[in-house]
T-cell receptor
Framework: ETGVTQSPTHLIKTRGQQVTLRCSSQ?????VSWYQQALGQGPQFIFQ???????GRGNFPPRFSGLQFPNYSSELNVNALELDDSALYLC????????????????FGPGTRLLVL | AQRVTQPEKLLSVFKGAPVELKCNYS??????LFWYVQYSRQRLQLLLR??SRESIKGFTADLNKGETSFHLKKPFAQEEDSAMYYC??????????FGSGTRLSIRP
């Protein structure tokens, strides 16, 4: 069984640029959630994808967007980067077997650390 | 507003002493609550959830709706319990709200 992987592990961007972060879900999982974790804070929910469709969104502006592919891997795209976007971005995958998504256990990746200068 | 509050950023106890990590929540309705843990150099992982009413690694957590709390407890701390602990609440639309975390440090 392969765990959740994320790439890249870290990167540096400048304000105004765009970035794409990638996540490969654990084998057999069909749901991916993305979180932003600022220094000293808990993870903040960005959005979740289930069967290639957005299935819930947190309080993040539209410049945060995502995709889920048929193999259930996922991308997080952030446009017009701002300094406050500097954070650790976590991806978590899970297997949803019913309509409601909270019961399944989420398995987290190691994260991508983004620094915006 | 839906919120999770962990009032302690750092909790330091001696090995063998009892541990209680505090968590309070704000939520209208029946909450689903979790504790996540992150050990040094490891990933964030689920420790326990209140609906399972289970004990994991000696930790338990009881939901107190009257006090809107979900404190994590262990009667005798072990050195390997040192980690970052996050309380989390399932909100609507698949959203999980995390607290800001408490770093637990077990002194030998």
């Amino acid at each position: 069984e392969t765990g959740v992987t994320q790439s890249p592990t870290h990167l540096i961007k400048t304000r105004g640029q765009q970035v794409t972060l990638r996540c490969s879900s654990q084998s057999g999982h069909n749901t991916v959630s993305w979180y932003q974790q600022a220094l000293g804070q808990g993870p903040q929910f960005i959005f979740q994808y289930y069967r290639e469709e957005e299935n819930g969104r947190g309080n993040f502006p539209p410049r945060f967007s995502g995709l889920q592919f048929p193999n259930y891997s996922s991308e997080l795209n952030v446009n017009a980067l701002e300094l406050d976007d500097s954070a650790l971005y976590l991806c978590a995958s899970s297997l949803r077997t019913s309509g409601r998504g909270a019961q399944e256990t989420q398995y987290f990746g190691p994260g991508t650390r983004l620094l915006v200068l | 507003a839906q919120r999770v509050t962990q009032p302690e950023k750092l909790l330091s106890v001696f090995k063998g002493a009892p541990v209680e990590l505090k968590c309070n929540y704000s939520y209208s309705g029946s909450p689903e609550l979790f504790w996540y843990v992150q050990y040094s150099r490891q990933r964030l992982q689920l420790l326990l959830r209140h609906i399972s009413r289970e004990s994991i690694k000696g930790f338990t957590a009881d939901l107190n709706k009257g006090e809107t709390s979900f404190h994590l407890k262990k009667p005798f701390a072990q050195e390997e319990d040192s980690a970052m602990y996050y309380c989390a609440l399932y909100s609507s639309a698949s959203k999980i709200i995390f607290g800001s975390g408490t770093r637990l440090s077990i002194r030998p």
